[in-house]
């Protein structure tokens, strides 16, 4: 099987700056696509940025300050923060598409991290 383990949300002020990370493990092939959701309360889950092996993709609302990466070495994308606004608080989600020896394409949900920004 594959976990997907987040951490860096927490409490922030607006203006301030957060970096999320999100490392999966287990018998893992090869790793598609990687992402960042959120989902604040009374509304639906929306994707915020993805990265394949050579584009990003951002969320308008967040273009321009938050960046998203990844480490191919240790399985692990990575969402910088950056002028967060009370908009930006939720639980942030990370998906990761990959597959396992043996197996075809999968998608994988991490545990969610809470971001709260307020002052």
């Known amino acids: 099987q594959v976990q997907l383990v987040e951490s860096g949300g927490g409490l922030v002020q607006p203006g301030g700056s957060l970096r999320l990370s999100c490392a999966a493990s287990g018998r893992i092939f090869n790793i598609y696509a990687m992402g960042w959701y959120r989902q604040a309360p009374g509304k639906q889950r929306e994707l915020v940025a993805t990265?394949?092996?050579?584009?990003?993709d951002y969320a308008d609302s967040v273009k321009g300050r938050f960046t998203i990466f990844r480490d191919n070495a240790k399985n692990t994308v990575y969402l910088q923060m950056n002028s967060l606004t009370p908009e930006d608080t939720a639980v942030y989600y990370c998906?990761?598409?990959?597959?396992?020896?043996?197996?075809?394409?999968?998608?994988?949900w991490g545990q969610g991290t809470q971001v709260t920004v307020s002052s």
């Open positions: 998906n990761i598409n990959l597959r396992r020896a043996g197996f075809g394409l999968e998608s994988y």
């Open positions: 990265i394949t092996s050579g584009d990003t």
